[in-house]
């Protein structure tokens, strides 16, 4: 399971289409997403949106597109980018972003994924 982090909105636009992400690919190139154990490292990226968030967890092996695992800005840690649209029919489930004065609070669902 890979996931994806986007506003509520967003995905309220997109959870009915068969594919999404172009907005993403062609701003990026490809589609950030992030490993469970990893989450609580780009979590903070979005500390500043004030919009309502959600988590997508996509199943890799049911996506049509093409994952890479890659450690874009020499972290030592490569993340999935998907180079290609994403299909609804791989996202598994949809989580609220969970957060208070210190951030992103881990969902109860990817409490058995252990932080790296």
């Not at 994806?4 to 993403?24: A, L, P, Q, V």
């Not at 290609?84 to 609070?105: C, H, K, Q, Y």
Request: hydrophobic letters at 35%; one cysteine or more.
């Amino acid at each position: 399971m890979i996931l994806h982090c986007m506003k509520k909105s967003t995905w309220e636009e997109r959870r009915n289409k068969d594919f999404w992400g172009k907005r993403n690919i062609e701003a990026e190139g490809f589609i950030h997403c992030s490993q469970p154990e990893f989450f609580w490292r780009v979590a903070p990226n979005f500390d500043s949106v004030e919009d309502e968030m959600v988590i997508l967890c996509i199943d890799e092996n049911k996506l049509s597109a093409k994952v890479k695992y890659e450690d874009g800005d020499n972290c030592g840690r490569s993340y999935p980018h998907v180079y290609g649209m994403i299909n609804n029919s791989a996202v598994t489930a949809v989580l609220p972003f969970l957060r208070d004065e210190n951030g992103w609070i881990k969902n109860p669902e990817l409490e058995i994924f252990e932080d790296k």
